[in-house]
């Protein structure tokens, strides 16, 4: 998908149909526990193991009669917090969220019962149901405006739908989000990078032109994009026949030891015929197996099969039997040395974003779910590790 030079890969040899199935697979970006899902699960586990069946099915009567919009009986925070976690696949459960998440909506204009955020919630609810198409309803409905303006609510929501390969809407989704010219941070990097992803997924020359505008914008409001994001622009890039472009992206990163940046460059210089500027980086990573300084553990730089055959396609295209000698010296070094990934490009670029969780005692010791979620913020001290970083030296 990367370049013509992979295309022309994918449809040779007899393992090609392997790397094809890889690249088309579908996939979220976030892990679970990066977005809240793995709270979103634990409170429905508690609350499955506090209601019997009859008990459940009486507390859905009810607020089936609460969320009636004739009815004078309001909506409570607990009430819906409630009913996101025990909801169920099935038409009947779902519109009853909806009336009730449209009665809290209307009657909190007035009054605000609670400082509990919703939004996040509620997506992480579509999201375990595997529900996109609701989700997205439930974004555009006009009775709940306001209700899902929060970043992690867009965060989730875009996720969600790139898991399901609805590309166009995430990108529909950016934009309604601009429109609505919310008191955010006009680039937010977790939401720019799933936009960079979507167009990276369409590879349309419309879906890259967007990308470039964007870029263009970003860095003219002096925005730095986090890594991901650029390589997810960089790929883009190789798709659409501009490797040009995609070397001038990495060059923005400082750090250049990661390993999807060193198999972009790769690509990108073999697109451009500098293959005699390829063997140098080839030849780098040979004397770089290294102890990492967290946990003294060896850390292998690595290629992916699919570059190394484009890679080999360009030193072909060459002519230059010096080229060629060399390049299969490197190569038997590599498979001696077991450099050679079998993943895909296509993989590492959309591998997840991981949370590591730090210990905290107040969070050990509170067990109130709304204050996990409160702020659309399911952990008190978080950061995000991204892929790629057990390569870097």
């Given at each position: ?92 459960e779902l519109s009853l969220v909806e009336k009730m998440m449209k009665k809290f909506n209307q009657q909190s204009k007035g009054l605000r019962f609670g400082n509990f955020t919703f939004g ?195 030193v072909e295209k060459s002519d230059n039997e010096g080229i060629m000698m060399e390049f299969n010296r490197i190569l038997s070094q590599f498979d001696e040395l077991s450099i050679i990934s ?52």
């Amino acid at each position: 998908m990367f370049s013509n030079s992979l295309v022309n890969f994918f449809k040779q040899g007899i393992n090609s149909s392997k790397i094809l199935h890889n690249v088309v697979c579908k996939r979220n970006l976030y892990e679970p526990a990066a977005i809240g899902i793995d709270k979103y699960q634990f409170y429905r586990d508690k609350l499955s193991n506090q209601y019997s069946e009859v008990d459940r099915q009486t507390f859905f009567k009810r607020m089936t009669s609460f969320s009636d919009p004739e009815s004078l009986s309001l909506i409570f925070t607990e009430d819906l917090k409630q009913i996101v976690h025990m909801i169920n696949d099935n038409e009947e459960e779902l519109s009853l969220v909806e009336k009730m998440m449209k009665k809290f909506n209307q009657q909190s204009k007035g009054l605000r019962f609670g400082n509990f955020t919703f939004g996040p919630v509620v997506m992480r609810m579509y999201y375990h149901l595997n529900k996109p198409e609701s989700a997205l309803k439930m974004f555009f409905e006009p009775e709940l405006e306001g209700f899902f303006n929060h970043l992690t609510s867009y965060q989730i929501l875009m996720d969600l739908l790139f898991i399901n390969a609805k590309y166009d809407e995430i990108l529909n989704v950016y934009k309604t989000i601009q429109e609505r010219q919310l008191q955010i941070a006009k680039f937010p990097k977790g939401v720019m990078m799933l936009v960079y992803a979507a167009c990276y997924k369409l590879n349309t020359s419309e879906a890259f032109e967007y990308a470039c505008k964007l870029w263009t914008e970003q860095q003219e409001a002096g925005h730095i994009p986090i890594r991901k994001t650029v390589t997810f622009f960089a790929a883009n890039a190789l798709n659409q026949n501009s490797p040009h472009i995609a070397l001038e992206v990495i060059s923005t990163i400082r750090n250049q030891a990661y390993v999807t940046l060193r198999n972009i460059k790769v690509v990108a210089l073999s697109d451009l015929g500098r293959i005699q500027d390829v063997l140098p980086i080839l030849r780098s990573v040979l004397s770089l197996d290294q102890p990492s300084d967290s946990y003294n553990i060896a850390v292998k730089q690595t290629f992916c099969r699919d570059v190394i055959n484009i890679v080999k396609n360009a030193v072909e295209k060459s002519d230059n039997e010096g080229i060629m000698m060399e390049f299969n010296r490197i190569l038997s070094q590599f498979d001696e040395l077991s450099i050679i990934s079998e993943s895909t490009l296509d993989s590492i670029l959309c591998s997840n974003v991981k949370m590591i969780e730090r210990p905290d005692k107040d969070f050990r010791q509170n067990t109130m779910v709304a204050a996990s979620y409160d702020n659309s913020r399911p952990f008190k001290k978080r950061e995000y590790k991204r892929p790629g970083l057990s390569e870097m030296l």
